[in-house]
């Protein structure tokens, strides 16, 4: 019994990820803008708590001011606030960019690290913007657990568990590899375009007969509940 129910969800995680290529394509792209690895670390600090779309503002001037790991490493706690404000939690960012930047230039020869327990140790910088870094710059298959993984993937049934290091290690068991940098692209333009919250557009959505939450729902509709 238990044999079979573990089939049927990978038949059912198989369909959802060929209907996922089948609909976004499987292209690797990553929605913030950058040049370089550094660039990209600082705008996924950046990126905590408020949109790519105004990140992707704020880094356009950002970049041009400050050109690199040096400049953030030096750059004035007060001034560096002010730059980057319009993205919410500002001191907690602004202090994060300049630590890590000291970081990068003095233990790890001013380039950003390929591993995760490296990337980690820099402040700011968590599993999911660790995963971010190894998955765009160094194609490394990682599994990205942002604020569309965690809700969608819940919808899904790939994952009961609320914790994002707890989804990241049970879709790293349910994903093939893969899948894993490219899941993540194709489920934030699914949560961008389709299933939005707090509300789901499931009658525009391709995934109901594999979503368990559209699924449950539709189980209690038809049982009158
Ligand atoms: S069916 Fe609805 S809840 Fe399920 S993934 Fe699609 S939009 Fe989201």
Same mark, same amino acid.
């Given at each position: 019994?238990?044999?079979?129910?573990?089939?049927?969800?990978?038949?059912?995680?198989?369909?959802?990820?060929?209907?996922?290529?089948?609909?976004?394509?499987?292209?690797?792209?990553?929605?913030?803008?950058?040049?370089?690895?550094?660039?990209?670390?600082?705008?996924?600090?950046?990126?905590?708590?408020?949109?790519?779309?105004?990140?992707?503002?704020?880094?356009?001037?950002?970049?041009?001011?400050?050109?690199?790991?040096?400049?953030?490493?030096?750059?004035?706690?007060?001034?560096?606030?002010?730059?980057?404000?319009?993205?919410?939690?500002?001191?907690?960012?602004?202090?994060?960019?300049?630590?890590?930047? *000291?970081?990068?230039?003095? !233990?790890?020869?001013?380039? &950003?690290?390929? +591993?995760? %327990?490296?990337?980690?140790? $820099?402040?700011?910088?968590?599993?999911?913007?660790?995963?971010?870094?190894?998955?765009?710059?160094?194609?490394?298959?990682?599994?990205?657990?942002?604020?569309?993984?965690?809700?969608?993937?819940? *919808?899904?049934?790939?994952? !009961?568990?609320?914790?994002? &290091?707890?989804? +990241?290690? %049970?879709?790293?068991?349910? $994903?093939?590899?893969?899948?894993?940098?490219?899941?993540?692209?194709?489920?934030?333009?699914?949560?961008?375009?389709?299933?939005?919250?707090?509300?789901?557009?499931?009658?525009?959505?391709?995934?109901?007969?594999?979503?368990?939450?559209?699924?449950?729902?539709?189980?209690?509709?038809?049982?009158?509940?």
């Amino acid at each position: 019994m238990a044999r079979a129910s573990k089939s049927a969800k990978a038949e059912r995680t198989k369909e959802i990820l060929d209907l996922l290529d089948l609909h976004y394509g499987t292209e690797y792209v990553c929605y913030l803008h950058h040049e370089n690895a550094w660039q990209l670390l600082i705008a996924t600090i950046l990126s905590a708590q408020c949109t790519d779309a105004r990140v992707n503002i704020v880094t356009e001037d950002l970049f041009q001011k400050y050109q690199s790991i040096d400049d953030f490493a030096e750059a004035d706690l007060k001034e560096l606030e002010q730059d980057i404000r319009s993205t919410g939690f500002y001191h907690n960012k602004a202090k994060n960019i300049i630590a890590c930047c *000291k970081d990068l230039r003095d !233990k790890f020869g001013g380039e &950003v690290p390929r +591993e995760i %327990e490296d990337l980690t140790s $820099l402040a700011g910088v968590g599993r999911k913007t660790a995963n971010v870094i190894r998955g765009n710059i160094y194609h490394e298959p990682s599994v990205v657990v942002d604020t569309h993984v965690k809700r969608i993937s819940k *919808k899904l049934g790939l994952t !009961k568990e609320d914790d994002p &290091v707890k989804v +990241e290690y %049970e879709l790293m068991k349910v $994903l093939p590899k893969d899948h894993w940098i490219l899941y993540n692209i194709q489920i934030i333009t699914l949560g961008r375009q389709i299933c939005k919250a707090p509300t789901p557009r499931c009658e525009e959505c391709f995934l109901t007969a594999q979503c368990a939450d559209y699924q449950k729902r539709r189980k209690a509709v038809s049982k009158g509940k």
